[in-house]
């Protein structure tokens, strides 16, 4: 690529002699230079000899079977930006590539305008960096940057093993610039991670802009996600800019992307994979400069087994993958979190400096299984009916004070205080799911909008969650 008389130098790194051939010569038409090679050997001398502005490499080829060359190349050119080009894909080697700062993750047989836009876009993000500063550093922000983390992603704190992993990930991951894919059950914070990866990357400056694939109907999703023109339809009184535009220069957060219908799938894998679109009504496309994140509470992997999300589309979404642990995997990051939400609620002039040992042990045996977003709603309860200087277990919410007993339920999951044994993980985390999402609706006396508020969901992920339990809220209003 020109840019004052510089060609960018290209290695490229693949031990199919077709491919090499045809994409050097492509590239080389676009305006770089290539140097290629068919192994891992020969690409680290290369990359000791000569300066290189970007590798693209194979995975499957000798020398590479098992990373060796991104992982040498990471330590000897940490700053070298690589675009990984495979026709084996696989969830491990990409979640591997978080620790390995790749670019872009694509699929063989990849298109060729598809593979120039990701060099050109990764070059160009490259060159806007200023003289002797490493992707993903600004100084004249980095303190700013690091109030705004502090505050807006102050809830993913823990000292457990699970989450100083997660931690160190988002850490890693906010310095590439690749698509990333964030699972997890609801209430573990997908969107808190999701902030913490954007505020931690070189597009911080840039607009965090969240997408609720639950809450776009799909008449209404192209117009939305696209913006229309005046006129382009019945209604459309004047221009609107769509949610994509408004992400320009920053990243486009999908929440609950697993929801997204199929048939609307193939226009957002387009949007990803060329990095413009078409407004509704117009005809010129509008060039978009957007990081994708994604979170899901769903396994991707099985939807895309069952035909009902496009594997395309979940490879581009998956170049790193960060799966967020449950609460109950966490240890006493329950007590570290439920101390920090008892600081946030406490009101001036009210004196509530901590919990009775009562109410530690009931917040630690709690299966908790609305995570954190749980956590949070029974501590702010609990500070709100509390009237001493302690939080008690009677201060807390009753699915939270009162676990199953045994007394004659043939439901229960504790016996004798003890959970039971003859039942698989995944029935005791079901049931305790439902216990709480009764005391919920009955709490908010069958209110769905109010207790999707309390619960910090969508209307319509409480509605799927009803309707996976047969509960009706209708039967939980009084005079019913």
């Known amino acids: 690529m020109e840019r004052e008389g510089y060609r960018s130098r290209l290695l490229i790194a693949d031990d199919e002699p077709l491919y090499l051939e045809t ?8 305006g770089f230079e290539c140097v290629c090679v068919s192994d891992a050997e020969s690409a680290i001398a290369v990359l000791r000899e000569q300066p290189i502005d970007l590798l ?21 050119w940490p700053h070298l ?3 990984v080009v495979t026709g084996v894909p696989s969830l491990p080697t990409a979640i591997e590539g978080v620790r390995l700062g790749i670019a872009d993750y694509l699929i063989k047989p990849v298109r060729f305008d598809v593979l120039l836009q990701s060099v050109r876009r990764i070059l160009e993000s490259k060159s806007s960096q200023p003289a002797g500063v490493p992707p993903g550093s600004n100084r004249e922000t980095s303190a700013a940057r690091a109030r705004e983390i502090d505050e807006r992603t102050r809830e993913l704190i823990g000292r457990s093993p699970a989450m100083t992993q997660t931690l160190g990930l988002i850490d890693r991951m906010a310095e590439s610039d690749a698509n990333v894919l964030i699972s997890g059950e609801s209430g573990t914070g997908k969107e808190l991670a999701a902030r913490a990866i954007h505020l931690g990357s070189r597009r911080c400056t840039g607009p965090f802009q969240v997408i609720d694939c639950t809450a776009i109907p799909e008449a209404l999703f192209e117009s939305l996600l696209f913006g229309h023109a005046k006129g382009s339809f019945t209604g459309a009184n004047q221009e609107q800019t769509g949610l994509l535009a408004k992400s320009d220069g920053g990243t486009a957060f999908f929440d609950e992307i697993g929801e997204l219908p199929l048939t609307l799938q193939p226009k957002l894998l387009r949007v990803i994979q060329e990095q413009t679109f078409v407004p509704v009504g117009k005809t010129a496309p509008t060039t978009l400069h957007t990081r994708f994140v994604c979170a899901t509470n769903r396994n991707l992997l099985a939807e895309v087994e069952a035909g009902r999300f496009r594997q395309d589309l979940f490879y581009r979404l998956s170049v790193l993958h960060l799966e967020l642990p449950p609460l109950r995997d966490r240890g006493d990051d329950v007590i570290e979190l439920a101390r920090r939400f008892l600081k946030g609620f406490t009101e001036p002039g009210r004196r509530i400096v901590g919990f009775t040992d009562a109410c530690l042990e009931r917040l630690r045996a709690h299966p908790w299984p609305g995570n954190v977003r749980e956590l949070r709603n029974a501590i702010e309860s609990a500070v709100a009916l509390c009237r001493g200087s302690l939080l008690d277990v009677s201060d807390l919410p009753p699915w939270v004070i009162e676990p199953e007993s045994s007394s004659g339920d043939p439901n229960s999951v504790i016996v004798s205080g003890e959970p039971r044994l003859d039942i698989s993980r995944e029935q005791v985390l079901d049931r305790t799911d439902r216990r709480y999402l009764e005391t919920l ?27 996976r339990h047969a509960i009706s809220p209708s039967k939980f209003r009084r005079g019913s």
């Open 23 to 30: 994409t050097s010569q492509l590239l080389k038409k676009a």
């Open 441 to 467: 609706i009955a709490t908010c006396n069958g209110n769905v909008s109010r207790a999707a508020r309390t619960a910090g969901l969508s209307r319509q992920t409480l509605h799927k969650h009803l309707k």
């Open 56 to 76: 693209l490499t194979d995975l499957n080829m000798p020398g590479n079977l098992k990373l060796e060359l991104l992982r040498s190349g990471r330590s000897e």
């Open 81 to 83: 930006p690589v675009v």
